[in-house]
């Protein structure tokens, strides 16, 4: 996060980062991608002075096939970074912190697979209609990108406990007999587990998936999943998880840290989670982007729920100045909102903390997130889907009512004539509002905030 760090970048010019890096002579012959988890906020990246492709947005993660750009031996990674983008003003990144926020917030990673691999990954853990089994279903796409055809492909399906223990899932093993040059096989698996161990905040019961793919009876890759069978429905004014009701003693985080800024450690996500959970909360909103997947990787196993929002914020609100002059129903910004809702879903779908997708914070209401809102529900139909709108009573432009649960924000007197009739479960997404941005006050006494908690 380049101005918690001394630098200085001026506005509308880019940033510029270089990294040699190694790869080994064993990478020869297979497919190098580079996955980047979170560059704010447009960026281009070029490996031993070649193209390699580009990203727009901050907090979605991206992959480049750069198997053509790389070499054995050293190699050069160079990215130049920019913070104006539509994907700033969207999220209101550098508005809400009020100063310019760029960098590589997240990690960046190099990996390498073989040329007939996984491509795509997705599992779906849930309950049968008594609660009592599991409802397993997985995902997943094998592509050939080698110049051959490949034949005798066979994929093994592995469902692991706590322990490590084998659990019979009755998938037999998938054989594919060929798939030529440049094509993909998308695959779908049902099953019913029976006896499973059921995901809650309480209960954080974790299994392992493992897809295992042979070719002539060689295995080439394995992939591992952790995975949560869990259930969440909404019925009526309640949410259910399990066939349980749940309530949400809840607050919202921001990926932030005093010294770092926007870059936060894999400790420092858990140790997160780990002080919410001594203080007595069960429910986190990641306000007002996704969180990186280490934190989402620790709500899994220690017990959190969590609702994930996209990195759209003040989209139509006041509180950005951008609307002063703009239509924030433009079908110019139809692309990346959808882009940016597609990309949060796919990257964080498999984790069973996540309860709640949240389109976006404190916005205004039109077409264009009713797009978003179909996009999300084909995605994942199971999971519920909500929309901050822009604050409590009169402000509130009630425009997301098609979704299946409410939201509030700073709640006062006349809160309980509002709420009444709603017929659907509603959250306060936020409220406690007075020392939110008396900056001036904070600053010369530090523990007003203490003082109204």
């Known amino acids: 996060d380049w101005t918690t760090q001394g630098y200085s970048v001026e506005a509308g010019r ?9 790869l080994p002579e064993s990478w020869n012959g297979k497919i190098v991608k580079l996955r980047a988890d979170g560059i704010q906020s447009w960026c281009k990246l070029w490996i031993n002075g070649k193209y390699a492709g580009a990203h727009l947005g901050g907090f979605t993660a991206f992959e480049l096939n750069i198997t053509q750009l790389v070499k054995p031996g050293k190699n050069i990674i ?23 926020i760029g960098g590589i917030f997240r990690k960046i990673s190099l990996f390498a697979i073989p040329q007939v691999n996984f491509s795509s990954f997705e599992v779906k853990a849930g309950l049968t209609e008594d609660y009592r ?18 034949k005798k492909l ?41 006896n499973i161990n059921k995901w809650d905040c309480e209960h954080p019961e974790l299994y392992e998936l493992v897809l295992e793919l042979y070719q002539d009876g060689n295995l080439i890759e394995t992939i591992r999943q952790k995975a949560g069978f869990k259930k969440t429905e909404v019925i009526g ?8 009701p749940i309530k949400l003693r809840g607050v919202n985080r921001h990926e932030t840290h005093p010294v770092t800024g926007r870059t936060v450690t894999p400790y420092l996500c858990r140790k997160d989670v780990e002080l919410f959970r001594n203080a007595n909360v069960n429910y986190i909103r990641t306000s007002h982007y996704p969180p990186s997947e280490e934190f989402l990787a620790a709500c899994d196993s220690m017990g959190m729920f969590v609702e994930v929002e996209s990195p759209f914020c003040w989209v139509g609100h006041d509180a950005n100045e951008k609307w002063k002059n703009e239509n924030p129903g433009s079908l110019s910004l ?9 990309e949060n879903i796919r990257f964080n779908i498999n984790h069973p903390s996540v309860l709640i997708w949240s389109l976006a914070n404190e916005s205004q209401w039109s077409n264009l997130w009713h797009e978003a809102h179909l996009l999300a529900a084909r995605l994942d139909g199971t ?54 941005y008396n900056r001036r006050e904070i600053l010369t006494d530090p523990g007003v905030r203490d003082n109204w908690g």
């Open 383 to 436: 999971r519920p889907v909500t929309f901050h709108d822009q604050a409590f009573g009169g402000y509130n432009n009630f425009g997301s009512s098609e979704m299946a649960i409410a939201n509030y924000h700073y709640p006062g007197d006349e809160d309980p004539s509002v709420r009444r009739n709603l017929g659907k479960p509603l959250l306060y997404g936020e409220y406690c509002h007075i020392n939110t």
């Open 78 to 100: 160079f990215i130049s970074v920019q913070n104006e983008s539509i994907a700033d003003s969207l999220a209101s990144t550098t508005q809400y912190a009020a100063f310019q």
């Open 237 to 244: 004014n309640q949410v259910f998880v399990n066939g349980k």
């Open 334 to 342: 139809k692309d990346y909102i959808l882009q940016a809702t597609e």
């Open 154 to 194: 066979t994929i093994k399906h592995i469902l692991l406990d706590k322990n490590g223990i084998q659990i019979n899932t009755g998938f037999d093993n998938l054989e594919i007999y060929s798939l030529p040059s440049g094509l993909k096989s998308s695959v779908a698996k049902e099953t019913i587990v029976t």
């Open 133 to 150: 089994n599991g409802s397993l279903v997985i995902y997943y796409t094998v592509k050939n990108e080698s110049r051959n055809e490949a």
């Open 14 to 22: 880019p940033a510029y980062y270089s990294k040699e890096i190694l």
